[in-house]
């Protein structure tokens, strides 16, 4: 089977991984925004492919028969691009979306729709760690009465302001260290959003043992799709007479 996936997450690349190992002809899209991402078995592309025409029109002249969309859960346009195309290329389509993480017992999250609500939410003088990524933070940054530390893979594109400062940091992320950095920084709010993924869920129980606030930023809806929620229960999903 000759199948497409939109990737950039851990599990896209062991989907691929997977698919190539059993014999299945793979290509892998990256959106070109990280440095170096590790590589998946099986071609790699980069770049955008100009809207859902112009995905559309890949899937036809290429011969692709699935479409996978494993794109990071708040990949909203991505999203709504694949499930257009796959519309119109009638190249059926499987999201994998991994689980999003559950409060735990004794935890301390706020959850909140947005950003703009995590900030507005944040209490005068609070010291933030925010693991958002590396766009949209001038919501945050303009809560001048805080300050911040800016976790995120690639380096920001502006400069900070002066009550930010940035911290480049590639997961996986362990306990040990997410913990040690809460403390040195004497961090009070962790502001994230509901991700899901095993590679930087450590930073939740940090803020757990330490009784830290976790402003967690709910999830995006989504346009309808064929949605599973692991590598395995995608594969099984491939061969199934989707509508």
Request: with cysteine; hydrophobic share 45%.
């Given at each position: 089977?000759?199948?497409?996936?939109?990737?950039?997450?851990?599990?896209?690349?062991?989907?691929?991984?997977?698919?190539?190992?059993?014999?299945?002809?793979?290509?892998?899209?990256?959106?070109?925004?990280?440095?170096?991402?590790?590589?998946?078995?099986?071609?790699?592309?980069?770049?955008?492919?100009?809207?859902?025409?112009?995905?559309?029109?890949?899937?036809?002249?290429?011969?692709?028969?699935?479409l996978?969309?494993?794109?990071?859960?708040?990949?909203?346009?991505?999203?709504?691009?694949?499930?257009?195309?796959?519309?119109?290329?009638?190249?059926?389509?499987?999201?994998?979306?991994?689980p999003?993480?559950?409060?735990?017992q004794?935890?301390?999250?706020?959850?909140?729709?947005?950003?703009?609500?995590?900030?507005k939410?944040?209490?005068?003088?609070?010291?933030?760690?925010?693991?958002?990524?590396?766009?949209?933070?001038?919501?945050?940054?303009?809560?001048?009465?805080?300050?911040?530390?800016?976790?995120?893979?690639?380096?920001?594109?502006?400069?900070?302001?002066?009550?930010?400062?940035?911290?480049?940091?590639?997961?996986?992320?362990?306990?040990?260290?997410?913990?040690?950095?809460?403390?040195?920084?004497?961090?009070?709010h962790?502001?994230?959003?509901?991700?899901?993924?095993?590679q930087?869920?450590?930073?939740?129980?940090?803020?757990?043992?330490?009784r830290?606030?976790?402003?967690?930023?709910?999830?995006?809806k989504?346009?309808p799709?064929?949605?599973?929620?692991?590598?395995?229960?995608?594969?099984?999903?491939?061969?199934?007479?989707?509508?």
């Open positions: 089977m000759k199948i497409l996936i939109l990737g950039g997450t851990e599990e896209a690349r062991a989907l691929a991984d997977a698919l190539v190992e059993m014999g299945h002809e793979v290509t892998t899209s990256h959106a070109g925004r990280t440095t170096a991402p590790l590589q998946p078995k099986g071609e790699v592309r980069t770049g955008g492919f100009g809207g859902v025409e112009g995905l559309s029109d890949y899937l036809s002249a290429n011969g692709f028969q699935r996978i969309d494993a794109t990071h859960p708040y990949s909203v346009r991505i999203a709504t691009n694949a499930v257009e195309a796959s519309r119109l290329s009638g190249v059926k389509l499987v999201r994998l979306t991994r999003v993480w559950i409060e735990p004794y935890a301390f999250w706020h959850h909140v729709p947005d950003a703009e609500a995590a900030a939410a944040l209490p005068a003088g609070a010291r933030v760690l925010l693991a958002v990524g590396h766009r949209g933070l001038e919501t945050f940054l303009a809560r001048s009465d805080c300050s911040f530390v800016v976790r995120s893979i690639e380096p920001l594109e502006k400069p900070l302001p002066v009550h930010a400062r940035s911290l480049i940091a590639r997961p996986p992320f362990f306990v040990g260290g997410e913990t040690e950095l809460m403390k040195d920084e004497g961090i009070t962790l502001i994230t959003k509901n991700s899901g993924g095993v930087t869920e450590a930073k939740l129980k940090a803020a757990q043992q330490l830290l606030v976790v402003m967690m930023i709910a999830r995006p989504l346009p799709a064929h949605e599973v929620p692991t590598v395995g229960r995608a594969i099984a999903a491939l061969h199934l007479e989707l509508g």
